[in-house]
């Protein structure tokens, strides 16, 4: 590993696992004969001012030892820097780290970012009508599966992985989380009353449901799902495709590649990305390729394991 990296420490990230892990990565790190600084973050600003200020300062890496939150925030604050962006995964969802193939378990991703290698991934874009723009990394969007991260990250928050997502969207479902569709998708028109609609950039969401099998985090192209009203016993029968190949073949979803979407909706409807609130509709996504550079697994040969890209 390169002398000038950083490690941040979000103490919060998966109910203080983070914190619990830091001597365990430093150890680990140190026996392997690097001597690396950690600095602790104090909220989701401090994570990207400290990313911002290390990349101007010279840092050529910047670890997050945290979760999804974590990794979005770091991420934001290396856009336009020449410095890439590493990931020790301690967060209870995991979903950027394992779409890119990381190990989750964080003494194995340090061995892993040892002989990890730079590669340039896209991020998606999301601009809103009160001028606010943000970005997501593995996947976002509105309505059942906003409201569900919404109330995971709240309600739910002790609840362990997966449960959490779960219960957020059951209960979210229950309260009648529907609304009228208006989207755009690279110039085509579709609109009907929606569930969810989502865009992913990689495969994972929600602590390991696979939302979006196809997606890619290098191709140019976010993967998106537009999912009508759908009955409890349909919801129901998708769960554990959704935990296992998420190859739903239902009538109700249409799936699509593209660069640029815009959902316009009957109300207000929560937007989300990389689980984190960003916004309410209607909103703007647009692909930005190549945005930054992420230390991603290699193979036995030295080759980038690409197929673990997504």
């Known amino acids: 590993m390169r002398p000038d990296t950083l490690i941040l420490v979000n103490p919060a990230a998966g109910q203080g696992r983070a914190r619990q892990q830091q001597a365990a990565v430093a150890d680990y790190l140190a026996a392997q004969g690097q001597r690396i600084e950690f600095s602790e973050t104090q909220d989701s600003e401090d994570v990207r001012q400290q990313a911002q200020d290390a990349a101007a300062g010279g840092v050529r890496l910047v670890v997050a030892l945290g979760g999804d939150g974590t990794v979005h925030h770091l991420i934001e604050g290396l856009l336009g820097t020449p410095a890439a962006a590493g990931i020790l995964p301690t967060g209870s969802g995991n979903d950027v780290a394992r779409s890119l193939g990381i190990p989750l378990d964080p003494i194995r991703a340090a061995d892993t970012l040892l002989r990890a290698h730079p590669h340039p991934i896209d991020i998606v874009r ?38 959490r997502y779960l219960a957020g969207a059951f209960t979210a479902f229950a309260d009648g ?9 690279d110039g085509r028109s579709w609109s009907g009353r929606a569930l969810l609609a989502v865009v992913a950039n ?74 984190e609130f960003l916004g309410e509709s209607p909103a703007q996504f647009e692909i930005v390729p190549k945005a930054v550079c992420v230390m991603v697994p290699r193979l036995s040969d030295g080759a980038i394991d690409r197929e673990r890209l997504g």
């Open 126 to 163: 999301a601009r809103f009508a009160n001028a606010h723009t943000a970005h997501f990394i593995a996947a976002g969007g509105m309505g059942l599966d906003a409201e569900a991260a919404d109330r995971a990250n709240t309600i739910f928050r002790r609840w362990p992985g997966v449960t």
């Open 177 to 185: 989380a529907t609304f009228e569709l208006r989207a755009t998708l």
């Open 202 to 275: 990689g495969p994972y969401y929600g602590s390991g449901v696979h939302i979006a099998p196809a997606a890619r985090m290098d191709d140019g192209y976010f993967d998106v799902l537009l999912v009508r009203d759908v009955s409890w016993a349909r919801l129901v029968e998708a769960i554990p495709i959704l935990l296992s190949s998420g190859d739903l073949r239902f009538q109700e979803i249409e799936r699509c590649r593209c660069r640029s979407l815009r959902l316009e909706t009957d109300r207000p409807v929560k937007v989300h990305g990389d689980g």
